[in-house]
């Protein structure tokens, strides 16, 4: 929330304030930004890799670039389901989100590269819409998480594109690790 102080011309040296205008800003630019932008560093990331560089294990034991994509993809859906939760119901509680048992996870790894990215590029476009679209009241709504406890609308959201970003930067480190073994 932003207060302005709006003082009419004649009484702006030495007089007395007249009025206070309060202009409330759902959402800092510092999360809409991101959450318009971030995730379309994905492309720039990955270009020139074929789907099979992609999905090439490049670390033992870790998720290649194509299951982190993956991830952020079916987290995304995830994420939509809890902040409708959040908005219907008083503070629900969440357990942590785990990739390997979720059925959508398993579901996308078997398409392709290109089909996950345009999901989630589409998804992120329609729940951006809407959450740019939610007032103040909207945004004070919490949920629980397991590890951070509880959480307004707008922190969710910043552990959310953190989360995202810790993820792209794991892409760009396997991405640059694959070029240069080429």
Not at 7 to 33: C, D, H, N, W, Y
Not at 78 to 100: D, G, H, T, V, W
Not at 143 to 157: A, D, E, F, R, S
Not at 160 to 174: C, M, R, S, Y
């Amino acid at each position: 929330m932003i207060f302005v102080l709006t003082v009419p011309k004649e009484q702006r040296f030495g007089a007395t304030i007249s009025s206070i205008k309060i202009i409330v800003m759902p959402l800092p630019s510092s999360i809409t930004t991101r959450l318009e932008y971030q995730h379309k560093s994905l492309l720039d990331l990955i270009e020139g890799l074929s789907d099979e560089q992609a999905r090439r294990q490049i670390i033992t034991g870790k998720w290649s670039i194509f299951e982190n994509i993956v991830h952020l993809a079916t987290y995304q859906h995830n994420f939509i389901q809890r902040i409708k939760k959040m908005l219907n119901e008083e503070n629900p509680s969440f357990l942590r989100y785990i990739a390997e048992t979720d059925p959508l996870f398993h579901d996308n790894c078997t398409k392709t590269t290109h089909e996950i990215i345009q999901d989630l590029i589409s998804t992120r476009r329609e729940m951006t819409s809407a959450i740019l679209s939610f007032k103040d009241h909207d945004l004070q709504h919490s949920g629980q998480h397991p590890v951070y406890g509880k959480m307004n609308i707008t922190q969710w959201l910043n552990f959310f594109l953190l989360h995202e970003a810790h993820h792209l930067f794991t892409i760009f480190k396997l991405a640059a690790e694959l070029k240069t073994r080429n």
